[in-house]
């Protein structure tokens, strides 16, 4: 009998606990569920409250924060949709690089290309096979007029994904920057010539014109030197051969 009353208790706290856990999940999965059927259907604003509520309980599926920074997205919150996306990188379980891709994205599209870069970025520091993420940051780049950068990257993205159907577009791209890369430095290399040049020449006119003014002193100091002895010449007194002052 107490034998069976041990187990009848141990059945029942076994039950406890699902029951607490299983009405923890539910809530989390009904909301979950909801807001990505929202949002699929494109109702973001529907599936903000959803999904919000989802992203706060443990437990909930980890793709919530990248429906939700996209629901925020769509309805014109890019600081909301940023600050979801980067919350979600602190949650064990989801898709870091994913998170900061799209945080990049949205950087991107406001013209903040170095933070785009940095998120792109960190998103390769997680995956560094990721290609989207190199692509991305090649653009960004670009924007930037890091081109050497940018072939970089351009050509590990052909690397993890030659089949991609942009592989063409993206090698005449990488054509033009790097004959563009190679004009630039063409062009600073003559600037360079030429501020060395212009230098030189600055030089020798300072140096002609210092010769020039050793030479104005040194004369001005020849005619200072005569014209002290013709007067010292002039005022002395002349006597007649026998001493008298004439």
């Known amino acids: 009998m107490k034998k069976t009353l041990k187990l009848t208790k141990r059945k029942l706290l076994y039950t406890s606990i699902f029951l607490v856990l299983f009405a923890t999940v539910l809530p989390a999965l009904d909301y979950f569920a909801d807001g990505e059927r929202l949002f699929r259907e494109n109702r973001p604003e529907e599936a903000i409250p959803l999904l919000y509520k989802a992203s706060l309980l443990e437990g909930t599926d980890s793709r919530v924060f990248i429906y939700l920074g996209l629901c925020y997205q769509q309805i014109g919150k890019p600081a909301d949709a940023v600050s979801t996306f980067m919350r979600g990188t602190s ?6 690089k994913i998170l900061y891709f799209n945080a990049g994205n949205i950087y991107f599209k406001q013209e903040s290309f170095p933070e785009a870069v ?11 096979a990721y290609a989207p993420a190199y692509l991305h940051r090649a653009n960004a780049q670009v924007s930037m007029e890091l081109f050497g950068q940018a072939v970089d990257d351009y ?5 993890l994904d030659p089949a991609s159907w942009q592989s063409e577009s993206i090698r005449q791209l990488v054509s033009l920057l790097t004959e563009e890369i190679g004009t630039q430095e063409e062009r600073a290399l003559r600037e360079e010539a030429a501020n060395i ?12 014109y210092r010769k020039l003014m050793d030479e104005v002193s040194s004369s001005l100091q020849a005619i200072d030197n005569a014209s002290t002895l013709s007067a010292g010449s002039e005022h002395v007194l002349q006597y007649d051969e026998e001493g008298q002052l004439e």
């Open 91 to 96: 949650v064990p379980g989801t898709t870091k």
């Open 118 to 128: 940095t998120m792109y970025t960190r998103a390769l520091e997680t995956d560094t």
């Open 155 to 159: 050509r590990m993205y052909l690397t």
């Open 197 to 208: 040049a212009t230098a030189a020449e600055k030089k020798a006119e300072q140096e002609r």
